[in-house]
């Protein structure tokens, strides 16, 4: 189960941080993912992380977000700065996690938080 967080109304240039975070017992994330999904769009990937640090981005937040993991809080976060009005959407976090060592991972997506850029 994922819970997520850190969503709100913010002004253009500002910084929002997203977090989510996995409960119950499992091996590891092996990956980190954030999607958005704005009204009458399809969801869009952003960003993810591997469990050993690497990520990649979508170019539409490439130097100005940034995922991040707290494995030891089984925690996922994304810093979000200088925001614009059409970063406005729900943001969800999907984590692929492996319940059992080597065996493959499943995904499981957060419930969203809405992120609202406007002045």
């Known amino acids: 189960q994922l819970q997520a967080s850190g969503g709100g109304l913010v002004q253009p240039g500002g910084s929002l941080r997203l977090s989510c975070t996995a409960s119950?017992?499992?091996?590891?994330?092996?990956?980190a993912n954030w999607y958005r999904q704005a009204p009458g769009k399809e969801r869009e990937w952003l960003t993810s992380?591997?469990?050993?640090?690497?990520?990649t981005y979508a170019d539409s937040v490439k130097g100005r977000f940034a995922i991040s993991r707290d494995n030891s809080a089984n925690t996922v976060y994304l810093q979000m700065n200088n925001l614009k009005p059409e970063d406005s959407a729900v943001y969800y976090c999907?984590?692929?996690?492996?319940?059992?060592?080597?065996?493959?991972?499943?995904?499981?997506w957060g419930p969203g938080t809405l992120v609202t850029v406007s002045s």
């Open positions: 999907a984590l692929d996690i492996r319940r059992v060592a080597g065996r493959p991972f499943d995904r499981y």
């Open positions: 119950g017992r499992f091996y590891n994330i092996a990956y």
């Open positions: 992380r591997v469990s050993s640090g690497a990520s």
